[in-house]
Nanobody, 123 residues
Framework: QVQLVESGGGLVQAGGSLRLSCAAS????????MGWFRQAPGKEREFVAA????????KYADSVKGRFTISRDNAKNTVYLEMNSLKPEDTAVYYC????????????????WGQGTQVTVSS
């Protein structure tokens, strides 16, 4: 299994930006597909973005397309989520996740999860 540690969350005003990072250890990071998910209070965890092991393929939720960018640096064992034009509805705990195999939007197919980082967007 891989250990994942997220960072970069915080409080930001609407229209602002944040960059989340997720550092991985314990397995060959470059062989893993990575995803970002989020969970707002009282809501189910939802898919945000995912990236293939090489970085050559990405997927985004419609709600973040054009505003968020997922990327990875395999030399640093880190995946990033650049979030721009943030909205109050982006407020949630953001989790990164890892899996062996193709990238997917299905959170049940990820077998390693970080502890999450809080993102709060004020209006």
């Amino acid at each position: 299994q891989v250990q994942l540690v997220e960072s970069g969350g915080g409080l930001v005003q609407a229209g602002g930006s944040l960059r989340l990072s997720c550092a991985a250890s314990g397995r060959t990071f470059s062989s893993l597909s990575m995803g970002w998910f989020r969970q707002a209070p009282g809501k189910e965890r939802e898919f945000v973005a995912a990236i293939s092991w090489s970085g050559g393929s990405t997927k985004y939720a419609d709600s973040v397309k054009g505003r968020f960018t997922i990327s990875r640096d395999n030399a640093k064992n880190t995946v990033y989520l650049e979030m721009n034009s943030l909205k109050p509805e982006d407020t949630a705990v953001y989790y990164c996740a890892a899996r062996s195999g193709p990238l997917t939007t299905n959170n049940a197919r990820y077998d390693s999860w970080g502890q999450g980082t809080q993102v709060t967007v004020s209006s």
